[in-house]
Every structure is written in structure tokens, then in C-alpha cells.
């Protein structure tokens, strides 16, 4: 098997074909190392070590040479979001404080897909301590769309949407705590999965609230993120794709599709009505309460995310304090935190405030949420996952949609919040590209818990949807 055909194949089939000898390790690692080399203007990697990748495959071929048990990820390099620690690797969360600092131990996550037989490839760029959609890192520089490189992939988990999405490896890590892996996944054209908060341990990973940080996985299908899911969460069941016919799919026009950019609009109409006509059912019924989601999600991660960072940085054994990181933070999310999260900051959260937003709102639109499910037999929720397509590196004001200036936050993140915000399992799955060659997706979301019948679900509709063609720019 050549390199170009080596790129292309899924995080199962590479393992396939490795653990079967078709193919060996450190050919593989080869061919994706080539990739990320001929894709190096993309900015996908802070930490690229090739010939640590290469030592690993060898030791992969040798172990299997040996006859010893092969794991389900066996020699399969894996990038890593640069905000989850991993031993013998730099760290860095994407700031200029932690550059050359190496985490004594794996996160949790890590330790089990390394005990899967993989292979951390590199860590990926992010927006700077995870704060923020763009990826535009203004320490170690803008993460770009394969698909556009003058566009941004979204963010923080950039660098991992970008490098998947240009072949640079078949799976990847991110983490998401409003949208992190869901945005860059819709932007890029490829699968995301953000599974039901704490279903995968997130230990060992820069924090901005526990209440709904959720590290996940990124791919180019959703049998690999499947893959990860058996891997990362133990269940070994195998996942077989729903039956269409009769599944009920669940959309709330009046919070998720209002004043959406009119070719995401059309794709995802498209979209539903290709699985109508498969036999899906869909229910247009308003979930209540949404319209308060975004304040009650900002408000409790502005007021969570510096205790929650000063416990990373201890915990972590980190070379420097809260105090020493901050210092160090470029202006654009320094000028954040000054305005919102720093204690006694002009914006900072009162703490009944936060109280209610934590203790009351939050539950309250969980129940209803639970409630909307249940009452009307919903499989799945579906919504267009951002407002737009890709927007301009750099461009982070007001976007315009059909004359009408929406704030960059709203036209990204509006519609990923409810999934994070109320511990939902999400699934991105591209449904088309604009005029403009950029990726339009979709969100699927179930109740809390339904994982893998959301992903069950999603193997169907993907089957539906069908793949986007490579992007463009991938080096």
C-alpha cells in the first residue's frame, strides 16, 4: 500500500492492516509524517517530534514481531490537543509560560490509549488556554482551515480539527467545554464527538470548569469515534448503525435555526430532508427555557476558570503559579480575563449570581431538557451546529449574516452551548459545503447517558450524508 492510500484510510482500517502485517508501523508513521510536513503551513502542531514517532512505531512492529497481544489502537500515532498533559512531552496550553514544560505523567485519557497500543504523534495547536473559537494563538500563531487557509478551523481544539480533517493522522484528541470540539469539527468537515460530561476522564487537562469541560475525540468517520469511545470508556460492545425508519429527530426552530447564515440554512435542510426521506421522523417542538442557556453557561465558566487553572497548574506540577502563567498571556484572552474572570475584575461574576446560575437555572434546564426527550420520544436533536461557515483569521467582531450583525461568539458558539452547558452527548457530522468550498454541519444531540445510541444513530446519518471530499489546502 502506498502513502496516498495509507493517508486516506480510517483510524480502524490503519489498525487493521497493521495488526494483520499488510502494512508496518513505522510505514505508517511515515506516511503521516509526511503528511504533516507537506501540511506544515497549516499550523496544526505546536510539538512535532518525529523521530520519537518513529522509535514508537519501531517498538510497535518489534512487540507484534514478538507476538505480543495487539491493542485495538495498536501503532496508530494519535495527535493530542496541547491543553492534555502527556509524559515526556512538552505542554503547553497554547501560552508562553509553559513552553518546555514536561508533565511528569499522562492524563488519564492518554495512559489508556497509549495502553491501546497508540502513539501520541505530536500536540496540536489550540487557542490560547482553551479561551476562545478561533484558534488564532497569538503566542505560537493561527492555527488555518485546510479548506481555506485564510479561515480560521474554530477553537480551542483547532490544531486536532485541522490535522485530521489534512489527513495528517485518521483520530485525534480535543476537549470541550463550549464547543471546542464541535466547532473546529463543523469548520473543518470532519466527525466530533463530545460525549456525556465525565464519561471520559479528564484529569491532566487544562481546566475551565468541571462542570462541563469533557476531553473527546476528532475523526474523519464515526466508526472511529466509536473506536475511541470502546478504548477510552471500556464498553466493549460493538455499535451497530439505528434503523432510520421511525427514528424520531428532534428540532427546535426557534432557538436553533433563527437568523442562520441562508446557505447553512439550506444545507441543513437539505439535510433533514434527506433522512425524512430515509424515514426519519421529525418533530419540530420547542425546547422551553433555552433562551437563557448562554447567560447561565458564561457565567459559571467566567467565574470557575482561574481557581479551576491555579488547581491544574499545582496538581500538574507546573514550573509556575497562576500569577507567573497570566503574566505572560497574549493581550487578546489576557484582556478577557482582566474584563470577566480575574477576582475583582470590573465584569467578574457575583457569587449569588453564579449560585443561581450553578445550582438552580442549570438544573432546571436539564429537567427540561430530560423532560422534552422523554415526553416526546425524541432519538436525537438535531441543529445546525454553527451560525455560519468559517469565518476570516482575524476577523472577530460582528459577523454579518443577510445584512444583519451578529456578535462572533453568537454566530459560533450560540448553538453548541445547551449541549455543554447541560452535560449532553454531541455528534458533528458535515452535511455539505457553500458556494465557497467551506463545511456546513450538523449537531446531533441525545439525553445524558444515551452515548452509544447517539453514536449508533450517527453511523446511520452518516451513511445518509455521506463524506466530504478532501479539503483543498491540505498540503
Not at 7 to 14: D, G, H, N, P, V
Not at 29 to 57: K, Q, S, W
Not at 330 to 336: E, R, T
Amino acid at each position: 500500500m502506498d502513502s496516498a492510500a495509507m493517508i486516506e484510510l480510517s483510524a480502524s482500517a490503519a489498525v487493521t492492516a497493521m495488526q494483520t502485517g499488510e502494512i508496518s508501523a513505522l510505514d505508517y508513521a511515515e506516511a503521516l509524517l509526511a503528511r504533516c510536513a507537506a501540511g506544515a503551513a497549516l499550523n496544526a502542531f505546536i510539538t512535532l517530534d518525529p523521530a520519537a514517532v518513529r522509535a514508537a512505531a519501531r517498538a510497535a512492529d518489534a512487540h507484534r514481531a514478538a507476538g505480543g497481544v495487539l491493542g485495538p489502537l495498536h501503532g496508530l500515532p494519535i495527535p493530542v490537543k496541547d491543553s492534555v498533559n502527556t509524559a515526556g512531552i512538552e505542554t503547553t496550553v497554547g501560552t508562553r509560560a509553559l513552553r518546555g514544560w514536561v508533565p511528569a505523567r499522562d492524563a488519564t485519557t492518554i495512559a489508556r490509549l497509549k495502553a491501546a497500543g497508540a502513539i501520541v504523534l505530536g500536540k496540536t495547536n489550540i487557542h490560547e488556554l482553551s479561551f476562545g473559537w478561533t484558534s488564532n494563538n497569538l503566542e505560537f500563531g493561527a492555527v488555518r482551515n485546510p479548506h481555506d487557509p485564510s479561515r480560521i478551523p474554530g477553537g480551542s481544539s483547532g490544531g486536532t480539527a485541522a490535522a485530521v480533517a489534512a489527513r495528517m493522522a485518521p483520530l485525534g484528541v480535543a476537549e470541550d467545554t463550549q464547543g471546542s470540539i464541535r466547532v473546529p469539527a463543523a469548520l473543518c468537515g470532519i466527525t466530533g464527538f463530545r460525549p456525556t460530561t465525565g464519561r471520559y476522564p479528564t484529569d491532566g487537562t487544562a481546566p475551565i470548569t468541571a462542570l462541563f469541560d469533557q476531553i473527546g475525540p476528532h475523526a474523519r468517520c464515526v466508526a472511529d469515534l466509536a473506536l475511541f469511545d470502546t478504548v477510552v470508556s471500556g464498553e466493549v460492545a460493538p455499535i451497530e448503525p439505528a434503523t432510520l425508519s421511525g427514528l424520531r429527530i428532534g428540532i427546535d426552530r426557534n432557538f436553533f435555526f433563527a437568523g442562520i447564515d441562508a446557505e447553512v440554512a439550506a444545507l441543513v435542510e437539505a439535510a433533514l430532508a434527506r433522512l425524512a426521506a430515509a424515514g426519519a421522523v421529525i418533530v419540530e417542538v420547542p425546547v422551553p427555557g433555552l433562551g437563557r442557556v448562554v447567560s447561565v453557561a458564561m457565567a459559571i465558566q467566567v467565574h470557575d476558570v482561574v481557581p479551576a487553572l491555579e488547581r491544574y497548574l499545582a496538581d500538574s506540577g507546573a514550573p509556575v503559579d497562576f500569577e507567573a502563567m497570566f503574566a505572560g498571556v497574549s493581550a487578546d484572552v489576557a484582556d478577557v480575563f482582566a474584563q470577566v474572570a480575574l477576582r475583582g475584575a470590573p465584569a467578574a461574576i457575583a457569587e449569588d449570581v453564579y449560585a443561581a446560575a450553578r445550582g438552580t437555572a442549570r438544573p432546571a434546564l436539564q429537567q427540561a431538557m430530560a423532560d422534552w426527550f422523554a415526553d416526546h420520544r425524541i432519538d436525537a436533536m438535531l441543529l445546525p451546529a454553527t451560525m455560519v461557515a468559517a469565518t476570516p483569521i482575524g476577523d472577530e467582531g460582528n459577523v454579518d449574516i443577510g445584512g444583519t450583525a451578529v456578535p462572533f461568539a453568537t454566530a459560533i458558539a450560540r448553538n453548541i452551548t445547551p449541549g455543554s452547558t447541560l452535560g449532553l452527548p454531541g455528534l458533528v457530522l458535515p452535511c455539505g459545503l457553500t458556494a465557497g468550498g467551506l463545511p456546513v454541519a450538523i449537531e446531533l444531540d441525545g439525553p445524558a447517558g444515551g452515548d452509544r445510541r447517539l453514536l449508533a444513530i450517527g453511523l446511520a446519518v452518516e451513511k445518509v450524508l455521506g463524506p466530504l471530499p478532501p479539503p483543498a489546502h491540505r498540503g
